[in-house]
């Protein structure tokens, strides 16, 4: 699915990123290990159980001779991996310029990471209508249930103080989280927007 390709992209561009320029790491490694067991999987899981698309069933198959690299996976793949890498090094530099310690900071990182995931995961549900609307964001329970436990699960990985003792998380306060939530519906909002004009030109999309 796109929401395994941009997955796997996003978090190994934001760590060449890191390593290359020799920047801190802003998630760590357990950390990373925690969000691709527990988020990513989780997210992933959900679309095998979502709604077909409105109109899947009248389009033309595949072409056979058609590759599965298409220019349009290519071009996903990039925008997507370069907004979660902009708002993971976003979220991480802003903080340690605001006197974020080390710790929090990358807490800070990997709760917007997870966040961005799921807004993603709303929009990537449907490429060829906007979810622009609160039934179509809702109309799964699959998608809402997986949320769920993905945000629940992600709680216990911030607050639950044996969590802290293993992946050395913080706790994000109100103020950082309205951050963190503000960059992933940022996130949701330009792909959207990406996509009605993908629509409005009539782009084609495979």
């Known amino acids: 699915t796109h929401s395994s390709y941009t997955t796997s992209s996003?978090?190994?561009?934001?760590?060449?990123?890191?390593?290359?320029?020799g920047y801190t790491l802003p998630?760590?490694?357990?950390?990373?290990?925690?969000?691709?067991?527990?988020?990513?999987?989780?997210?992933?899981?959900?679309?095998?159980?979502?709604p077909a698309e409105p109109g899947s069933m009248t389009r033309p198959p595949r072409p056979a001779n058609?590759?599965?690299?298409?220019?349009?996976?290519?071009?996903?793949?990039?925008?997507?991996?370069?907004?979660?890498?902009?708002?993971?090094?976003?979220?991480?530099?802003?903080?340690l310029l605001h006197g974020a310690t080390l710790e929090e900071a990358r807490t800070y990182a990997a709760n917007t990471l997870v966040v961005m995931e799921v807004f993603y995961l709303f929009s990537v549900r449907c490429m060829r209508v906007t979810q622009l609307s609160f039934r179509?964001?809702?109309?799964?329970?699959?998608?809402?249930?997986?949320?769920?436990?993905?945000?629940?699960?992600?709680?216990?990985?911030?607050?639950?103080?044996?969590?802290?003792?293993?992946?050395?998380?913080?706790?994000?306060?109100?103020?950082?989280?309205?951050?963190?939530?503000?960059?992933?519906?940022?996130?949701f909002i330009i792909l959207e927007i990406e996509k009605f004009i993908r629509i409005a030109l009539g782009l084609k999309i495979r």
């Open 66 to 95: 058609e590759s599965l690299l298409s220019a349009f996976l290519i071009w996903r793949v990039v925008l997507v991996s370069g907004l979660f890498a902009t708002g993971i090094f976003g979220i991480f530099q802003w903080s």
């Open 27 to 50: 998630i760590t490694p357990l950390q990373i290990l925690w969000i691709n067991v527990v988020s990513s999987v989780s997210l992933g899981m959900t679309i095998a159980f979502d």
């Open 136 to 187: 179509r964001l809702f109309n799964s329970t699959a998608v809402t249930l997986g949320v769920t436990v993905v945000l629940i699960l992600q709680a216990v990985f911030t607050y639950a103080p044996f969590m802290e003792a293993f992946f050395d998380t913080r706790p994000v306060d109100f103020v950082h989280g309205l951050e963190i939530l503000a960059v992933g519906l940022s996130i």
């Open 10 to 21: 996003d978090l190994s561009i934001s760590i060449n990123i890191a390593v290359l320029l």
